[in-house]
């Protein structure tokens, strides 16, 4: 079984979260052959304070940043 891990900042909502699982499940499953109904994926969410990327604290997410639609888009 594939265990797939995400974690995001909060703020997202269920529905951009259900897009982002069925877009790397398939993914995911095209890339291993492993049929999707033996990968078990986890999202887990924090603040943005708890995300550091090249040494600085990333902000809360805010709804519309421009490599989340791009992200998402990809995944369709």
Same mark, same amino acid.
Request: with cysteine; hydrophobic share 35%.
């Given at each position: ?5 995400? +974690?995001?900042?909060? $703020? ?9 699982? #069925? $877009?790397?499940? =398939?993914?995911?499953?095209?890339? #291993? ?13 924090? =603040? ?6 090249? $040494?600085?604290?990333?902000? +809360?997410? #805010?709804?519309?940043?421009? $490599? +989340?639609? +791009?992200?998402?888009? =990809?995944?369709?």
């Amino acid at each position: 079984m594939a265990l797939i891990s995400c +974690d995001m900042r909060e $703020g997202r909502t269920d529905e951009q979260k259900r897009k982002l699982a #069925t $877009g790397l499940m =398939r993914v995911i499953s095209e890339a #291993t052959g492993e049929p999707k109904s033996n990968i078990f994926f986890v999202i887990r969410e924090g =603040r943005g304070i708890n995300f550091v990327e090249h $040494g600085e604290h990333l902000p +809360d997410y #805010t709804e519309g940043a421009v $490599g +989340d639609k +791009d992200l998402i888009s =990809r995944l369709k």
